[in-house]
Structures are given as C-alpha cells and as structure tokens.
C-alpha cells in the first residue's frame, strides 16, 4: 500500500512538473515566481490586466513631446512593455528608468538587436549579421556572439531581444530578410538559432524566435505590403516552421508572428497570420506545443495596419492566440475595444488571465521582481569593451568561406614569385584590407578610369586581387556589382597574365550577377566589409589563419549552399588581441608608460616595440619621431638600422643554410674559410667559437680611423666625392671609397693578435664570414639574403641600402655624423666598417622595421618553417640555438645571444633557457622565446643625434619592457 502511495505521488509530482514546469518562462525558483505572478495579478484591476498585454514604441533620438506621451500611455493606460528603436544608449537608459519609475508594475522592454545594440543605436557594438554566422561550422561560436549581445541588453535594461531571426532564406531576391537570416539550410538555421538564443538566454535575457511561420521565402517586404507565402503545408512543415520546432524543443521564450498571407494555413482570403488563429493557436500553440509568449509584429505594419481599424486588428490578433500585441497604432483604441470584448464575455477571464500571467511568468524570469534602475555611469565603457573585439574577430576567422580555389592559388605562395595588385571594386572603405595585404607582402593598388587603361596597368602584375567593397551599415545597403564592374571583372579575369582573386566584401547573393567564373581562380566571401572582417580576410590569403566557412545560401549556381573549401594555416604571422594568446590588453599599458619614460628622458627620439605570442601579433605601435625636431610620427612602417641584429636577420641564416649543405661546419677553421689567413694567429679560430664569441677575436677594429687625413675628414687617397674609376664603394652620399681598400680591412683582421681566453663579443668573425658566404656562392651577401630569406618571407621592409628602393622620409636617420662623413646618416648604414664595404657588412648594414624583424624571428621559433616553407631544419635551429661555452662562463649561443647566467645579462631574467636573440648598437634588440612562443622586437635610433648618448643602455629600457611582457601572461 505504501509503495502505491508513493507511486502515485511521484506520477502527480511528473505530471506537475510536465505540465506546470516545462514552459520556457518557468524559473527554477518556480514556487516563489508563481506567487510573484499571483499577487501580482491578483493586486490589478481589470484595466490594468489589459494594459499588460501592449507593448508601444519610443525611440530615444525622439523629442521629448514624443517620449512624454509615451510615460502618458504608461501611467494612463498601464501598458505592460516598451520597445526601443533608434537613438543612444544613455538617452534610452534614462527614458528606461522613467517610465520604469512611472509603471506600476515594471515594464517588460524590449528591442530589436539581432546584430547587437547597433541595430538600433548609435554608440553601440555591430555583430556579425546572422548570414555570417550561418557560415560558422563551430555553434559555441555563436552562442558567444549570443552570450555578448545579452551582455549588453542586459546592461541598458532591456529584457527581451526580438532575437533570433530564423527564417530561412531561399529566396535571394528577399528585401527585408537577407542577411538576417542564417541561410538557406534549414538544420544550420536551426543549429545556428540554438545557438545565439542559448547564448542570450544564459545571460537572462529572454528571446523571440522570428517571423513566425516564415518570411524567408518571398520578395514581399511586410512593413509595406502582406507578402503571399504560397506553399503547401507538407511545404511548410518540412522547410519554414522546422527551425521553430528544434528551437521550442530547447527552450526558446517567445515567439514573433509575422504579418504574412499563407493560404495552405488560413482559410481566410488575403487574412495576416499574425490575426489568425488557426496558424497561431492551432498549428503554434496546440499542434507544436509552444508555451512560450506570443508577439504580433508591429501592429502599424501595413501587412496588417490596412487589415481593419486598429482596435478590431488588436482584438483580432488577441483573440488568434497573441499574448502581446506589438506596436499598435493607437493604444487607447486597441486598449478600449480589448475591454469591450472582456466585458461581452467576448474575452474569457481564463484567456485574460492566461496572457497576462504569461507576460508576468516573463518579466520575472527577467528579473523585474526585484528590479532595478539602470546604472548610468560607465555605461558608454561597458557597452564598448575589448570582449566584444575578441567575440567578433573568432566569429569572423571562423566565417570566411572559400568557394573557389584554382591551382590551389590560396593561400598565396611563393611570395618571392608573387607581383601583386589590388584593384577596388564597390563604393566603401577599403583601406584596412589594403594595409594588411601589405603586412604580407609588396601589394599595389591600381586605379584607373577605364578598363582598357586598367588591363594595360595589370599586365606587370600576376596576381589581382579584386575586393568588392559595399556598406557595412547595414543588412539592407546594397551589395550588387555595378554593370561596368560586372564587365571589368570579366576582362581582368580573361587577361591571362595573372591569376585573380575576388574578394567579397558583402553578402553571398552578390555572386549571383557574375556571369562566369572560368578565369576567376580564386573566390573569397568575407561577407561583411568591417574593419576586422577586412583584416581577417587579408590575413587568410596569406595562411596566417585558416579557412573555415561554410556557404549558408547559394551564392551561384556554382556555388550551391554548403560550398566550402577549407584552407589550412601556412603558419605565417597573423594580427589579433592580446586576449586571445592568452595575455592581458590592461598589463601591457605598462608597455606604452616605459616606451613613453624613454621619449621623456631622451634616450632616442622614436622607437616601435611589437610583441607576438602563439603566431599572433598583439602590439604593434610607433612611438615619438624620426628626430627631436621632426613633424611626422613614427609608424610602424618606418625602417631602422637594426646595427648588429644583422648577425642574426643576415649573416646567421646564410651559415645556417651553408652548415645544412655541407658547405660549412661548426669545426671549421678560419684558415679553411680564408686560406691567406694560414701563418695567422687566426687561423685555428673555429666557425663555432667565433659564432659563440669564444674565439678570442677583437671586439672590432675601426678601419676608418686609418682612411682619415691630419683634420680628420676623409682623406683623398682614400675617397672620391663621385664614383669613378677604382672608386666605387658608395660610402654615404658623395663619399667613394677606394676599391683596393677592401683588402686592406681582410689584411688588418688577418694581423690581429689573439686576446685572452674568455668571452669576448666580437664584430671581427663576421667579416670573415661575409667573405666566405660570398665567395662561395658567387653572389653578395644582400643578394643572398633578399632571395633566400626576405623575398620568400614576405619581408618585404628588409634591406641593405634601402635607399635603392625606399624613399629616404621612410628611414629613421641614426647619427649626425661628425668624426667620419661629417653628414647626418640617413639611409646608409651608420656602423663605419659596415659603411666601408658598400653597406653590405655580415655584422651590420640591415634595415628593416620591426614586422619584419618578427617574421625572421618567428620562423626561427617554428624551427625553421614559416609560409608553408621550410627554410632550415628543426634540428639546425636547434644546434645553434645550443650554448656549447656555458660551462667557461660564456652564455652564448652559435650567433644567436642567450640569456645570462648570473644575475646581470641581455634579458629581464624572466625567460626561458631556451629563448635566444640579439641587440644592437643604435638602439635595437629582439628576442623570442620557444616556451611562451613570445617574439619581442625594439627599434630605435637611440644613437641620434649622436651615438655618445648611453641613456637606453644604461637604463635597462629594453629589459624592463621584456619584464612587463612577461607579467602580462594570463595563461
């Protein structure tokens, strides 16, 4: 009997909890919300219950006799919600707390913010639209884009997002849907909708599932006219009302009833579903047992307004099953004839009752039995933090879609065989997917005003990259080619010299008007032309992130829905957020104050710093100028003279690359690599030693000094003031050295004296070096370097003598010479030896700006692999990256510098044993660290004007800023 009992009980207990508990809108506290809700109804009048089930429009860019009649409407007629359009986040935050004060019962406010706040205000986050994220195959993406835009509703107050939209999109030619929608898939409509209404939901912010039964199909814009949706109901059940049934079985809170006619649903002629009760009550409510809240649509929509008089519309659409009616066109009206039918028993109190203690369930799963204003201070910050950056950059890395790959062209390749150009197509912005090519490689845009002229220009290039820009504003701005862009992409893509790569910038329907895509080798869709949706794609071409997308609509009959091509990641640098490599935005603030402590102790009159973690770059700034004086800043493109940074960006890969072919060992001896060195004291000096600065070399000799006449200017047996004949090393500007005295410097390094056994740092091995590297191979050493290494790593700012191909504006001078040129050294190495072969020294005489010093650096840290090339072995990295001396108290490594042993040495103490680097003399320094994956790089000119001023280096800048890099590690 008593196990009876008890089975009985847990039977009533289940039923309960089916029956009572089951609804979207019931909380876990569900006992302490029922009895919210019943005192709450209980305690209203019957006006009052009413007035619960209208929702009215305000928009906080209104003036205030519009917004005042709104606070009428809420203490004259009770209305139970607000629904914001366009204004600003502050004016909407102090209207909400408003008319929150002037309701009797807390109002439930609402907005449309599919894509965020921006969809409605000014001073808000824009999301991606829903047709990108259609193209995410990874849901928690989604539900994070979700979780941020609740965040933010949350924050100004609202409750209800009329969000998400998941009506399918079959019909391209759709003007109010479109890229609303998460394509054309119904499953990716459904997963996606999951997805972003979790990620609200998890906030408590309640959503609306929209437009109920489906708008996707139909040219029909609904704010102007009743669209037909003239499909069977097998049609419909299989395809429109799919999503809504996946998304009821997973909670979803309400649901928005469109304004459409649907034929094959309600029998009455030319009848709007939003007033029809077979469609709402019977297929919604019974037939797939939604229990969540119902909304009309805008009741002022002309699909409905121009149906009957506003308050038949409004009972009507009560009477259909709606539990709130949206935006009707005069309250009162709508409020008096809902009252009327209450009173004719017309309304029964259970179906009163039955809405409003829905709309009541709602607001107190919102939140608003214990309700509280906005907060008004910081509200702009927290609606504009760093989170939503991260949120939008991983939902657009995971987006970009490639639906055409020739050749496998993407992601580019061979950079050292690439000429490229970009060519704009559309009328937006285009200048951050420019600038982020150019990180990549030399990348030039060609303009001109007619197609025969542009075909002309293209023919020195073979590779075109068309971007097709058009409006990010919004999902509504036009996204179409022009006629004459339709035929220039044709003829571009038929002039066969180069392949093309088209880009787009705009939803995927913009591909429909392309006529053919025979000569088009490669096609991107990047779907939005945002700021980071234009750096992402950049940086994909290149392989610095992978492609992931997933066509969410039929783009072209090329390219049907789930077009997808994935591209995997090169391993080239890519640009991000601190964040998202596990570092802090907030720590590395610290970076900027020491940068800045230097400008204003005059150690160098500009400086750049980048720091990389985990492939990614996260800073990257230009501090102070070229000179004191100077007017421009410095950027990130200018070029500084890196001084012994050469050793390892020039000289180092070279030997590297020689040890690999076997044409040169670490026991190499000096007298193997210059055999006149035999009867010198040199020549037992090993490639190892002199690499580890263990070769007991002279730290350097300074040939110049000996060229000088009795007043200390160049003498003339030595130079020429032009090039003549024996006479042409170019030294700096109107300065020749004479040709023979390129033996000279050999000869005098071949007479040094040995010094004492211990460490000793040495400029001296890399003359040696640079002669043998070029002896070998016939070839200069910036030729070499430029074909094997910069070229081919896209570095495309790194040079010796940039004079030759960069203009003197974009190169940091580094001295105002006055002991040897007597001019200010712009352009032209400042070390004097270097200066004395040419510009081209193994130990100095690179430039480059610190982009590309990361590159080389980083594809050290990868062991040798960067671009989807292989420069060197992993095993060779490593070799040289080993400190074969430390046991004799020298710290080095073979060329690269290793952290110290002691307390005092090259690095902050904070790095691991394995990291490896280098400085220089006019300022520079970079490291990277194979533990963190961290690659640091400082350039500056602190020997400008003159290279007496030791500040920096006594300092300890450098190794300060390296410090604060490390404390900026989160994980």
């Known amino acids: 009997m008593r196990f009876s009992s008890l089975a009985s009980l847990l039977f009533f207990i289940s039923l309960y909890v089916v029956n009572g508990q089951s609804g979207p809108l019931v909380t876990t506290d569900s006992l302490a919300q029922q009895a919210w809700v019943d005192t709450t109804y209980d305690g209203m009048s019957m006006e009052e219950k009413v007035g619960q089930l209208f929702m009215v429009s305000v928009a906080s860019e209104q003036n205030h006799t519009a917004t005042d009649r709104i606070k009428t409407l809420i203490e004259e007629h009770k209305i139970g919600g607000v629904i914001f ?117 998890s906030v408590g912010v309640l959503t609306s599932g929209k437009h109920f039964p489906g708008h996707g199909d139909t040219a029909v814009d609904s704010h102007k006219a009743l669209p037909v949706i003239d499909f069977t109901k097998e049609r419909l059940d299989s395809i429109e009302l799919f999503p809504y049934r996946e998304l009821i079985k997973e909670g979803l809170s309400s649901v928005m009833v469109a304004h459409l006619n649907v034929p094959s649903l309600e029998q009455g002629e030319q009848h709007p579903s939003s007033l029809s009760e077979a469609i709402i009550t019977k297929l919604l409510k019974q037939e797939m047992g939604f229990k969540g809240l119902v909304f009309t649509d805008a009741l002022n929509m002309k699909g409905v307004s121009e149906f009957a008089e506003d308050g038949e519309v409004a009972l009507t659409a009560f009477l259909a099953g709606n539990d709130m009616l949206l935006m009707p066109k005069d309250v009162h009206k709508a409020k008096m004839a809902l009252l009327k039918a209450v009173e004719n028993k017309i309304i029964s109190e259970n179906r009163l009752s039955a809405s409003v203690k829905k709309i009541l369930k709602a607001k107190y799963k919102a939140g608003l039995h214990r309700y509280a204003p906005v907060k008004l201070t910081q509200l702009y910050e927290d609606l504009n933090t760093l989170e939503n950056d991260l949120v939008y950059e991983e939902a657009i890395e995971n987006a970009l879609t490639v639906v055409k790959n020739n050749f496998s062209l993407l992601p580019i390749k061979k950079l050292e065989n690439k000429k490229i150009a970009y060519v704009k197509f559309g009328d937006s912005d285009h200048m951050p997917f420019l600038h982020e090519l150019r990180k990549y490689a030399s990348v030039t845009q060609v303009q001109a005003k007619n197609i025969a002229l542009l075909k002309s220009k293209l023919s020195d290039y073979n590779l075109v990259i068309i971007g097709h820009h058009k409006s990010n504003e919004s999902p509504w701005k036009s996204f179409k080619f022009s006629e004459d862009e339709q035929f220039w992409l044709q003829e571009v893509a038929r002039q066969r010299s180069s392949n093309v790569i088209l880009t787009l910038f705009t939803k995927p329907y913009a591909l429909l008007d392309v006529s053919s895509f025979q000569n088009i080798d490669g096609v991107v869709v990047a779907y939005q032309n945002s700021a980071l949706a234009q750096r992402k794609a950049a940086q994909m071409l290149f392989g610095a992130i992978p492609a992931k997308g997933v066509l969410p609509v039929t783009a072209n009959p090329q390219f049907p829905v789930n077009t997808s091509v994935v591209l995997d990641s090169l391993s080239r640098l890519g640009y991000s957020y601190p964040e998202r490599v596990g570092m802090s935005s907030e720590r590395l603030r610290l970076v900027d104050t020491l940068v800045q402590n230097g400008l204003d102790s005059l150690m160098y009159p500009g400086a750049q710093v980048l720091i990389a973690r985990k492939g990614k770059v996260i800073y990257n700034k230009g501090f102070g100028k070229p000179t004191y004086d100077a007017e421009t800043n410095i950027s990130p493109d200018h070029m500084y003279d890196l001084a012994s940074l050469t050793k390892i960006l020039a000289t180092l890969p070279m030997i590297m690359r020689m040890e690999e072919e076997g044409k040169i060992a670490l026991n190499t001896t000096f007298q193997e690599l210059i055999p006149a060195y035999a009867d010198t004291e040199l020549k037992d000096v090993t490639v190892l030693k002199a690499l580890s600065h263990y070769g007991r070399l002279p730290a350097w000799i300074a040939f110049y000094v000996d060229t000088l006449d009795k007043r200390r200017k160049p003498s003339s047996e030595f130079y020429r003031n032009s090039p003549s ?98 001019q200010t050294v712009q352009g032209y190495v400042h070390d004097m030896g270097a200066a004395m072969q040419g510009g081209v020294g193994g130990h100095a005489g690179l430039f480059s700006n610190a982009n590309d010093v990361a590159k080389i650096m980083q594809m050290y840290l990868q062991e040798g692999f960067y671009g989807g090339e292989r420069f060197f072995d992993g095993r060779t990295i490593k070799k040289f990256n080993t400190c074969y001396f430390c046991h004799k108290n020298v710290r080095r490594g073979v060329g690269f510098d290793k952290p110290q042993l002691e307390e005092k040495g090259p690095t902050c103490g904070c790095v691991s044993r394995k990291s490896f680097g280098h400085s220089g003399f006019t300022g520079t320094y970079t490291w990277a660290d194979p533990e963190e994956e961290i690659v640091y790089v400082f350039l500056s000119n602190r020997t400008f004007p003159s290279a007496t001023n030791t500040l920096l280096v006594k300092s300890g800048l450098r190794t300060r800023i390296q410090s604060a890099i490390y404390d900026a590690i989160i994980n």
């Open 85 to 201: 359009s366009r204004g600003g986040p502050l004016r909407q935050a102090k209207l909400t707390n408003s008319y929150q004060a002037a309701s009797k019962t807390p109002l439930l406010i609402g907005m449309d913010a599919e894509w965020g706040l921006a969809m409605r205000l000014d001073s808000t986050y824009a999301f991606p639209w829903n047709m990108t994220l259609g193209a995410i195959k990874d849901t928690a993406v989604i539900a994070k884009v979700g979780r941020q835009i609740g965040e933010h509703a949350k924050r100004l107050g609202v409750h209800i997002n009329f969000a998400p939209d998941i009506d399918i999109n079959i019909n391209p030619q759709n003007p109010i849907i479109g890229n609303r929608s998460f394509g054309e898939d119904r499953r990716n409509v459904a997963q996606k909708g999951i997805a972003l209404m979790k990620g609200m939901e």
């Open 725 to 822: 004949d024996g006479f042409s090393i170019k030294v700096t500007d109107q300065l020749y050295l004479s040709n023979a005295y390129q033996d000279s410097i050999y000869n005098r390094i071949g007479r040094q004296d040995l010094k004492s056994n211990r460490y000793r740092y040495s400029d001296v091995a890399y003359y040696v070096f640079k002669k043998y590297i070029e002896g070998i191979y016939k070839t200069r050493l910036d030729k070499l370097t430029e074909d094997y290494l910069y070229r081919r790593l896209g570095a495309v700012k790194t040079a010796y003598n940039p004079l030759e191909r960069f203009s003197r504006e974009h190169i940091v001078p580094s001295e105002v010479d006055t002991y040897f040129r007597y």
